[in-house]
């Protein structure tokens, strides 16, 4: 690895070779070339956020393969401009080793882009100004108001109380934050934002022999979270990133989006 590399992903927060793969936290050293096309990506990211004077975008990218329910990115997070640990570091909600618990994360953009994933196919979505500074300013104050639940569900009931996944951490966020948000007092005030602003969830199908014969159970999904009516059919409804993405671009809350697929930026974004 050359010095320039080396120092640039210092400066873009790349902590160790090593990274927590998965869902499961083994330890392993990323091969040479995924350390690149992460930094590669991690790179154009920051050039692209650097473009503009805006304090946060929302940055996604594909952390497992969802193409069987048509979803493209799995993962989503905020790209904070000088936030505390640097730069441009990425404010997102990760589960914590395959269990029932997540955690709050501040990472830099390189290793955002290294957690073992299926490609390095990435959007950026930059928000309306005021809520822009909205964000950044409720980002820059966490943990204060975080709008958190640490008890995971992969499959997060819409609006659940007793289970949140990181879509639906970074909706209520968004949500929050709308100027004309008004007083947030937690969790279920943020939800009731988004669906009076539109917001309308993706459904997943995730039929009852799947669930049993796929060893679908497991700490972090909680089917029981979701009504029966819901566990019969199979049809679960989730935050999704697309579902986000159309949220924001049909009521007009993103100001300007790019995307990128197999490192060639597309001329229009696709849906996520």
């Known amino acids: 690895m050359s010095r320039l590399l080396a120092g640039l992903l210092a400066l873009l927060g790349f902590l160790s070779a090593h990274v927590e793969a998965g869902t499961h936290c083994e330890a392993v050293r990323m091969p040479p070339e995924k350390v690149a096309a992460a930094a590669e990506t991690a790179l154009r990211t920051a050039a692209a956020l650097d473009r503009t004077d805006a304090p946060v975008a929302l940055v996604a990218r594909i952390g497992r393969d969802l193409s069987e329910h048509g979803l493209v990115y799995s993962h989503a997070g905020f790209a904070v401009r000088d936030h ?3 730069r441009w570091t990425v404010v997102h909600l990760l589960n914590e080793c395959g269990s029932h618990r997540s955690g709050l994360y501040a990472q830099g953009l390189v290793n955002f882009f290294s957690d073992d994933l299926v490609n390095q196919d990435a959007r950026i979505v930059w928000l309306q100004p005021d809520h822009a500074q909205r964000l950044a300013d409720h980002l820059h104050a966490l943990p204060a108001n975080a709008l958190y639940q640490p ?11 007793d289970y949140q996944n990181s879509t639906a951490w970074v909706l209520e966020t ?17 939800w009731q934002v988004a669906a009076r602003d539109g917001f309308r969830a993706d459904t997943i199908h995730i039929p009852y022999s799947k669930r049993v014969l796929g060893g679908l159970f497991g700490s972090n ?9 819901t566990r019969l059919s199979g049809d679960y409804p989730v935050v999704t990133v697309r579902s986000i993405l159309r949220w924001l671009d049909e009521r007009g809350h993103a100001e300007a989006q790019m995307e990128w697929r197999g490192g060639v930026l597309l001329a229009r974004p696709g849906p996520g």
């Open 174 to 190: 968004l949500a929050a934050t709308l100027p004309a948000a008004g007083d947030i007092r937690g969790r279920q005030d943020a």
């Open 221 to 229: 999904i909680a089917f029981t979270d979701h009504g029966v009516g």
């Open 151 to 161: 008890s995971y569900n992969l499959i997060a009931r819409p609006g659940s109380r």
């Open 84 to 86: 505390a640990d640097g």
